[in-house]
């Protein structure tokens, strides 16, 4: 049995957010758990943009790990509607919106970049992809997703990864801040060996702009978003 948290997370008055009338709301069943996707596909042999989401609400404001992780926050998804491609898809994360009944509060705390969920992303990619080359989108902890699962699944055809605001190191991530590791995480060994654009807020205090730098090193262009804070990104380019 599923929960469906869509309703009040999408369309409740604490954040009035719809989509763009092209974007159809498709759940996505993938291993363990059902994910959340808005897709506009409109030339169906074309390239396709998939947009992941970030870590959303993972813990409340006690320090406790949330109830519900489903991002209160609109940036990736408005960046995903605005994106005027012919195949645009924008990926939650497991348990965000949709509650499947796998889900545990591990899966979005020190889990959140497990095995277990990288595999079922890549999994929900590859559904909606098909046979297309992807250009890979992912923000904040989505960069590392992203980055795990290109890293993990080399046959996933990537034409592009882009990061925004990534989180591309979570142990040194962590350690910047005196949290407590992800233990039961996976992080990437070395930067994916794709074409790659790194976007970073140069007011960012969630990801600063060190750990970005000194993770992407030489292998992948920097741009740096003036006066951008973690969650200020209005334009990557599509």
């Not at 992809?129 to 902890?141: E, M, N, Q």
Request: aromatic share 10%; net charge positive; proline share 6%.
């Amino acid at each position: 049995m599923r929960k469906v948290l869509l309703f009040f997370a999408l369309y409740g008055c604490a954040t009035a957010w719809k989509p763009t009338a092209d974007f159809k709301f498709v759940p996505v069943k993938s291993n363990d758990y059902e994910i959340a996707t808005y897709q506009k596909i409109t030339k169906p042999k074309s390239d396709i943009h998939i947009y992941i989401e970030g870590d959303g609400r993972a813990f409340d404001a006690y320090g406790r790990p949330a109830s519900d992780p489903t991002p209160r926050g609109t940036m990736m998804r408005d960046l995903a509607m605005r994106d005027k491609s012919a195949n645009v898809v924008y990926m939650a994360r497991p348990c965000q919106f949709i509650m499947s009944s796998a889900c545990s509060d591990t899966d979005w705390t020190d889990g959140r970049f497990s095995a277990k969920i990288i595999d079922s992303m890549a999994t929900a990619i590859k559904k909606v992809a098909g046979r297309r080359k992807i250009v890979l989108i992912g923000y904040s902890g989505g960069a590392m997703v992203s980055g795990l699962v290109i890293e993990k699944y080399p046959n996933v055809p990537i034409k592009q990864w882009v990061t925004v605001a990534g989180v591309l190191d979570h142990a040194a991530w962590t350690n910047y801040f005196g949290d407590a590791p992800l233990t039961k995480s996976l992080n990437l060994r070395k930067m994916p060996n794709v074409p790659a654009k790194h976007y970073i807020g140069e007011d960012d205090k969630v990801v600063p702009n060190e750990l970005s730098r000194r993770a992407i090193g030489k292998t992948g262009e920097i741009i740096v978003v003036p006066n951008a804070g973690h969650d200020d990104f209005t334009d990557i380019g599509f």
